[in-house]
């Protein structure tokens, strides 16, 4: 019996193999595309702004202050960014600003432009309402010690702090004779209101 030529197998699993290595080659290929399209594909660009918070949840200490500050973060897009903010500023933070509302838009290199809007509040004016005694025309006795003041703050930051002229340090003061009496009411920010009392 003639005996077979092996190279007819050897001939076989080369192919077999090549077989094998084209399809490992078009996987790494394909690999190879997805992570280069991955990696050069653009992030859309993303704008955040970011205000500072004082006590009572305000981005400004005392009404009519001018110590608020936003920060901006920028994602995305194509740097160098440009910043032009409505109060005219063109830097990606701004600080010493008071209360009310800033729009920053900001341009990529691409061109691609975004918008974000935010508002600054304060707190309310520091002030009280004043509740005197009364004993017909006048708020005390002749010569007697039963006139009172009551004090009812409303604005500014808790805790709120008195002083008193004659050294208390409390919202009401009874056992009074007549006088002047003055008061301060302040914040914890040091925001005052200064009253004379006659």
Known sequence: MET?????MYA?????????SQKLNTSFLVCFLLLAIGVNAQQPIGLQLVPN???GGYNIKCNGGADGRISSQVVGGTAPYTYSWSN????PNIANVPAGNYLLTVTDAANTIISSYITLNQP????TTITLSHYGEFNTSQGENNGFIKLRPKGGVDPLEYLWSNGETTNELD????????FSVKDIY?????VWLL
Do not use: E
């Not at 077979?4 to 007819?8: G, V």
């Not at 076989?12 to 094998?20: A, D, P, T, V």
């Not at 005219?88 to 830097?91: D, K, L, Q, V, Y």
């Open 4 to 8: 077979q030529k092996p190279k007819i």
């Open 190 to 194: 040091n925001c005052s209101y200064l």
């Open 175 to 182: 056992s009074l004779y007549a006088g002047t009496y003055t």
């Open 53 to 55: 918070i004082y006590g």
């Open 124 to 127: 309310a004016p520091l002030s």
């Open 88 to 91: 005219g500023a063109n830097t």
């Open 12 to 20: 076989s699993s080369f192919i077999l193999f090549g077989k094998i």
